[in-house]
Nanobody, 122 residues
Framework: QVQLVESGGGLVQAGGSLRLSCAASGRTFSRDGMGWFRQAPGKEREFVASITGSGILTNYAEFVKGRFTISRDNAKNTVYLQMNSLKPEDTAVYFC???????????????WGQGTQVTVSS
């Protein structure tokens, strides 16, 4: 059974940085695509970034391009989201997902973590 656990969220001022981590267990991590999604109060979950099993190919939502970087360490079964130049509108619960592809569609992901809260103050 697959388990995903996010960590690294917190409270930061606008312009600050955070690095989120997602630790995976239960299957061969390097064979799975991973994605980060976020959900703000009253809004639907939205795509943030994704990465292939090898870590070679990545994809980003337009609103985070140039500010966020997704990466993975297959030896540690962990995927990361480095977030720089944070804005108040980045405030949300951030979730990681695992699936056979790196789609922007959340329905393509088979497993999800419980999320970690990111709050950005102005």
């Amino acid at each position: 059974q697959v388990q995903l656990v996010e960590s690294g969220g917190g409270l930061v001022q606008a312009g600050g940085s955070l690095r989120l981590s997602c630790a995976a267990s239960g299957r061969t991590f390097s064979r799975d695509g991973m994605g980060w999604f976020r959900q703000a109060p009253g809004k639907e979950r939205e795509f943030v970034a994704s990465i292939t099993g090898s870590g070679i190919l990545t994809n980003y939502a337009e609103f985070v391009k140039g500010r966020f970087t997704i990466s993975r360490d297959n030896a540690k079964n962990t995927v990361y989201l480095q977030m720089n130049s944070l804005k108040p509108e980045d405030t949300a619960v951030y979730f990681c997902g695992m699936g056979p592809s790196t789609s922007r569609d959340e329905r393509r992901y088979d497993y999800w973590g419980q999320g970690t809260q990111v709050t950005v103050s102005s």
